[in-house]
C-alpha cells in the first residue's frame, strides 16, 4: 500500500475525526460547490438571456438566479473554512515550505477581511493579494521539477494582470497613466501556457480516456468560441479574466490541458490533486473579486500541502527501510 | 491505469470496510460532513438574506472624495480641478443583438459628494456635438451609468442586470439636454406643418407615458432592469445632469441624493462600496439602444477624505509596496528560522 495514500487519507484508527480528517471533509464540499456556483451562477445566468424563448422561462431564470446567488454564498462560507482549515494545517508542520504557505494564506486572510471591512484600499489589498499569490506560486513550485513549470507560468499569468490592475488603480489614486494593455496579452498568454501544460503537474503519462475527454472539451469550447465569440469572449473575461486575444484553437487546447490533468489525477485517485486544480482554474487570473483569488489562494496552499505530505511520507518510507535493514 | 501513488483509500487492499471500526469510522466521517454543510448551508442562507456579500470587488476603484464646495451641475466648475480621475476602458457591446459601439475606446470619471448628493463627471472624447434627434437618420451622443440596485450587494450581469439582481441606469442624453427644437424649421427647413399643437392628448409617446416625452423631463432618465429587454422608467426620475462639448469631447455631470427610499434604485452610504460601470454613444457613428461601447464594473466608494493636494496621490501605492515588502521579508526570514 502506498504511504503518501496513508498519509493524505483520513485516518482510520480510530472513530473520532483527527485534524487529518478535515481537509478532505472540507475540500470535499468546497470544491463541488465552487464548481455549481461557476455553472450557475457566472454560466447559466449569465448565458440564459440568450435563449430565445425565455419569456416562458422566466419562473425557472429567476429560481435559478436565486439558486446562484445561494451557490455563491455557500461555496464563498466553504472557502472560508477551508482557508483556515490549510492555515492550520500547514502550521502545524515544522517543514518550512509549509509554514511559508501558512503565513501567505493568513495574509491572504487578514487582507481579504480588511479589503471587505474597508479597512485597506484597492491598491493595497491587490499589491497583498499578489504578493500571496507569488509567495504561493514560489512555495508550491520549489522541489517540482518540471512539474512546477504550469504553475510558474500560472503564477506570471495573475501577476502580470495584477500588474495591469494595479496600474489603472494607481492612476486612480493621482498617479501617473500607464498603458498597461500589453500586461493583459502577456498574462493571457501565460494563462493560456499554464493551462495548456497542467497535465505536467500530474507527471504521469495520461490515460486514452482523459485525453478523450480533453480533446471533447477543447473541441466544444473551440468551437463555441468560433460559432459565437461574442458570448464565450464575455464569459471568458467575466470569470476567467481573459479577454480573447487570441486564436481560438488555443483556447481549446488549454480547456483540454486542465481537463486531461483533472481527469488524469481522479482516474489515478489523486483527489487532492485535482481539487487544487479545479480550484486554481476556475479562480483563474483575473482579479475580479477576493473570491476568486480566494480560489487562487487555496489552490496553490493545497498544492503545498500535498508537496510537504509526499514528502513526509516519503522521509517515513525511508526511515522505515532503514530500521527493517537494521 | 493503477492507482499507485493515490490518495482514495477505496483501492487499498488492506481497507476492511466490512469491520465494525471501518463502519464506524465511515459513519462519523459522513455525519462530520452532513454537519459541516449543515453549518455551511445556514451560514450561506443568513448571507443570502441579508445580501450581505463575504468578498470584495477587486476592480478599479473610484472614490467620491467629500467637497464642501457649492457644486452644480457645471462640469467646467473648478471644484473638479483636483479630484483625481480614473480612466475606464471600453470595448464595443457584443453580448446582445443588435452587436455595435466601440468608437469610443475610454471614459474618464470623477466622483464627488456633499454628504447629501453625489455627483459624477464623465468625459470621453468626441469631435462631433450629436444633439439632434428630430430626424430618423439623426441618433444623439449619450452617457449611461449603472449601479446594482442594491449598493454593496452581489455583483450582477454588467449588461442590464439579472433576475434577482437588477440594475438602476442614469442614461444622459445630449438631445434631452439640449431641449426639443423651437421649430420645425430647424429640423427640416420648409417644411409646412398643418397638425395643431395643443393638450398633451396629441403626444402619443406621452401619453403612454414614455419618460422621454413628458412634460417635466430632464437630462436624465432613471432607469431600472433585470436583464435584456425588462428596461423602464423608475418611479422618480430623481437624477439631474448637464453635459457641455468642446473640441475635446463631452463633459458630463449627473447628481442624485445619496439616500433613496425608491425600489430598486441604490442608496450610497459611508463605509459602503457598490459597483458601477459605463456605457457611451456616439450619434455620429449611428450609436443607439445596444450599439454602444460599455465598461466593466468598477468600484464606487464615498470617501470621508478632501480633495488631495498635488502629488499626495503617491502615498498609498508606496505604502501598499512596503506591506508587500514587509511580507516577504517575514516569509523569507520563516523560511531560514526553520531551515
Known amino acids: ?123 493595497t489589498t491587490t499589491v497583498l493579494v499578489g504578493t500571496c499569490v507569488a509567495v504561493l506560486v514560489w512555495t508550491a513550485a520549489s522541489g517540482r521539477g518540471i512539474s512546477s513549470v504550469p504553475l510558474l507560468l500560472f503564477g506570471a499569468a495573475f501577476l502580470a494582470v495584477a500588474a495591469h490592475s494595479l496600474a489603472q488603480q494607481v492612476a486612480a489614486e493621482g498617479g501617473p497613466t500607464v498603458d498597461g494593455a500589453r500586461l493583459l496579452y502577456l ?49 471568458t473575461l467575466w470569470n476567467f479574466g481573459l479577454a480573447g486575444y487570441f486564436p481560438s484553437p488555443l483556447y481549446g487546447i488549454a480547456v483540454a490541458g486542465v481537463v486531461i490533468a483533472i481527469v488524469t489525477a481522479y482516474r489515478l485517485g489523486r483527489r487532492f490533486d485535482a481539487w487544487a486544480l479545479v480550484l486554481l482554474f476556475v479562480g483563474a487570473v483575473g482579479l475580479h473579486s477576493t473570491y476568486q483569488s480566494g480560489l487562487v489562494v487555496a489552490g496553490l496552499s493545497l498544492f503545498v500541502y500535498l508537496t510537504c505530505t509526499r514528502r513526509r511520507s516519503a522521509d517515513a518510507d525511508e526511515t522505515s527501510a532503514a530500521a527493517l535493514e537494521a | 491505469m493503477g492507482r499507485t501513488g493515490g490518495d482514495t483509500m477505496t483501492s487499498h487492499s488492506d481497507v476492511d470496510v466490512s469491520s465494525v471500526a471501518g463502519t464506524r469510522n465511515l459513519l462519523t466521517r459522513r455525519v462530520g460532513m452532513v454537519l459541516v454543510l449543515a453549518a ?16 470584495t470587488s477587486q476592480t478599479t476603484g473610484i472614490s467620491a472624495l467629500r467637497t464642501e464646495a457649492d457644486l452644480g451641475l457645471d462640469p467646467g466648475d473648478g471644484a473638479w480641478d483636483r479630484v483625481p480621475e480614473t480612466e475606464l476602458p471600453l470595448t464595443a457591446q457584443q453580448t446582445s443583438y443588435p452587436f455595435g459601439g466601440g468608437s469610443v475606446t475610454a471614459v474618464t470619471v470623477q466622483a464627488l ?134 473640441d475635446q469631447g463631452w463633459t458630463v455631470v449627473l447628481r442624485r441624493e445619496l439616500s433613496s427610499t425608491a425600489g430598486g434604485e441604490p442608496s450610497f452610504r459611508m463605509g459602503e462600496a457598490t459597483d458601477m460601470a459605463f456605457a457611451v454613444w456616439d450619434g455620429a457613428n449611428e450609436e443607439r439602444n445596444g450599439l454602444k461601447s460599455v465598461s466593466a464594473f468598477a468600484t464606487l466608494a464615498l470617501s470621508n477624505d478632501t480633495v488631495p493636494g498635488a502629488g499626495s496621490g503617491w502615498i498609498i501605492p508606496l505604502v501598499a509596496v512596503m506591506l508587500a515588502a514587509v511580507v516577504i521579508a517575514i516569509a523569507r526570514g520563516g523560511m531560514r528560522r526553520s531551515s
Open chain 1, 1 to 123: 500500500m502506498s504511504v503518501v495514500a496513508e498519509r493524505l487519507t483520513p485516518a482510520r484508527r480510530s472513530a473520532a475525526l483527527t485534524h487529518r480528517d478535515v481537509v478532505p471533509l472540507v475540500f470535499g464540499l468546497t470544491v463541488p460547490a465552487v464548481v455549481a456556483e461557476l455553472m450557475i451562477l457566472r454560466l447559466f445566468t449569465r448565458t440564459a438571456i440568450h435563449i430565445p424563448a425565455l419569456e416562458f422561462l422566466a419562473g425557472t431564470y429567476r429560481v435559478a438566479a436565486v439558486l446562484g446567488r445561494f451557490t455563491f454564498h455557500l461555496a464563498a462560507v466553504l472557502l472560508i473554512a477551508a482557508l483556515s482549515v490549510l492555515v492550520v494545517e500547514l502550521a502545524r508542520r515544522v517543514d518550512p515550505q509549509a509554514r511559508t504557505a501558512a503565513a501567505a494564506t493568513a495574509v491572504f486572510g487578514v487582507t481579504a477581511a480588511a479589503a471587505r471591512l474597508e479597512l485597506i484600499d484597492t491598491v
Open chain 1, 187 to 235: 498574462g493571457e498568454g501565460l494563462a493560456l501556457a499554464a493551462a495548456a501544460s497542467a497535465p505536467l503537474i500530474i507527471g504521469v503519462r495520461p490515460s486514452r480516456r482523459a485525453v478523450w475527454f480533453g480533446a471533447a472539451a477543447g473541441v466544444l469550447v473551440a468551437g463555441a468560441m468560433i460559432g459565437n465569440g461574442a458570448t464565450v469572449k464575455i464569459l
Open chain 2, 40 to 55: 455551511a448551508v445556514v451560514a450561506a442562507a443568513t448571507l443570502q438574506i441579508l445580501d450581505a456579500n463575504p468578498a
Open chain 2, 113 to 246: 459628494h456633499d454628504d447629501e448628493s453625489l455627483y459624477l463627471r464623465v468625459t470621453w472624447p468626441d469631435s462631433t456635438s450629436d444633439v439632434g434627434t428630430g430626424a430618423p437618420e439623426a441618433f444623439s451622443d449619450a452617457v449611461a451609468v449603472q449601479f446594482p440596485s442594491v449598493a454593496a450587494a452581489t455583483v450582477p450581469a454588467v449588461c442590464m442586470g439579472q433576475a434577482s439582481s437588477g440594475v438602476n441606469i442614469w442614461q444622459w442624453r445630449a438631445d434631452s439636454d439640449a431641449g426639443p427644437p423651437d421649430t420645425m424649421d430647424e429640423i427640416r427647413p420648409n417644411t409646412v406643418v398643418d397638425v395643431p399643437e395643443t393638450a398633451n392628448e396629441d403626444y402619443p409617446a406621452r401619453v403612454v407615458g414614455n419618460p422621454f416625452d413628458a412634460e417635466d423631463a430632464g437630462a436624465v432618465q432613471n432607469l431600472l432592469a433585470e436583464g435584456f429587454g425588462t428596461i423602464g422608467p423608475a418611479e422618480d426620475q430623481a437624477v439631474a445632469g448637464h453635459g457641455e462639448h468642446d
